[in-house]
C-alpha cells in the first residue's frame, strides 16, 4: 500500500459487506507479531464523514493519524500483531448500529481468534479549542472545565488499559492528558461512537480524541501541530505496548 509515495504496509486486507444493498468496505494494514502474534493491539478510525459536512475534524485528522502510524511501523518486528484498521459507517445514520464498520470488524476479530489486548479508537483527534460551550450533561462531571486536552474515554472495565495509557501519554505531550472512566448513565454516552462495539464484546477499549469531540458542531479547524506531537506520542505507546516484557 503506498500513499504519496510512501510505503504505508505490504498488504492491506478488506472486509467487505453489504447495507442495505449497498457495499460497505472495512480496510486494515497489519504488523505481524512475533513470540506473541496471537495477541494483538488494535487502532482504529472511521474513514467516513457526516453527511453534508467537509469531515476536516471528523474523522479526516483521526485519518491522517491512522496512516502516519501505519507507515511508522511498517518495517517493525512487534511482539504482538497490530492491526491499523479504516472503518467505514462511523457516523449517523449506521454509527452505533449493527451496520457500522466497527460492529462489522469486531465479528472479524471473533472469527480470527486472537486475544485482543487493546483496542485505541481515534475519533476527531485534530481540534483542541480553548473555549467552548458547556460539555453534554450526561459527562460534564468527568471532564475538566475547560480545553484544550486530550481525552481517553473507556468503559469502567477498561480501566487498567486507561491507567496504562495516561501515564506514558501525559509525560511525551504538552497537552493535558484527561482519563474518564464512564460508568452508569453516563456510559450511554460512548454508546454511538464506533469504539463501542469494541467495549460490548469485552476488548479493553479506549475512545481517544481532542476536546473538540464533545462540540455538536465538526466544523472546528484541525490544529496540525498538536496533532503531529499526538500522534508521535501514540507511536511510542503502541510500540510499547505491541513489546511487552
Not at 474513514?47 to 518495517?75: H, I, K, M, R, T
Request: net charge neutral; proline share 8%; with cysteine.
Amino acid at each position: 500500500v503506498i500513499l504519496k509515495g510512501h510505503v504505508i504496509a505490504d498488504v492491506a486486507f478488506i472486509q467487505g459487506y453489504e447495507v442495505e444493498g449497498q457495499a460497505a468496505r472495512n480496510v486494515w494494514v497489519e504488523v505481524p507479531g512475533g513470540k506473541r502474534r496471537n495477541e494483538c493491539i488494535v487502532v482504529a478510525a472511521h474513514y467516513d464523514a457526516p453527511q453534508g459536512q467537509a469531515g476536516a475534524n471528523n474523522n479526516a485528522s483521526s485519518v491522517a493519524a491512522l496512516l502516519a502510524l501505519a507507515e511508522n511501523f511498517v518495517s517493525e518486528k512487534p511482539v504482538l500483531t497490530i492491526r491499523f484498521a479504516f472503518l467505514t459507517n462511523g457516523t449517523p445514520p449506521h454509527g452505533g448500529t449493527p451496520h457500522s464498520g466497527g460492529a462489522q470488524f469486531v465479528k472479524l476479530l471473533e472469527r480470527e481468534g486472537d486475544s485482543v489486548r487493546a483496542v485505541f479508537y481515534l475519533d476527531r483527534i485534530g481540534a483542541f479549542p480553548s473555549e467552548h460551550p458547556p460539555f453534554p450533561e450526561k459527562i460534564r462531571s468527568y471532564l475538566p472545565s475547560k480545553g484544550p486536552f486530550l481525552s481517553l474515554l473507556a468503559g469502567e472495565s477498561s480501566i487498567p488499559l486507561l491507567k496504562q495509557a495516561a501515564e506514558p501519554l501525559s509525560r511525551s505531550l504538552s497537552l493535558t492528558v484527561h482519563q474518564g472512566a464512564l460508568g452508569g448513565e453516563a456510559a450511554s454516552w460512548l454508546q454511538p461512537f464506533g469504539s463501542s462495539p469494541f467495549q460490548a464484546e469485552g476488548f479493553p477499549t479506549l475512545l481517544i480524541g481532542g476536546n473538540g469531540m464533545f462540540l455538536a458542531s465538526d466544523g472546528l479547524p484541525v490544529d496540525g501541530v498538536q496533532l503531529a506531537q499526538v500522534t508521535r506520542s501514540l507511536a511510542t505507546l503502541v510500540r510499547v505496548l505491541s513489546n511487552p516484557k
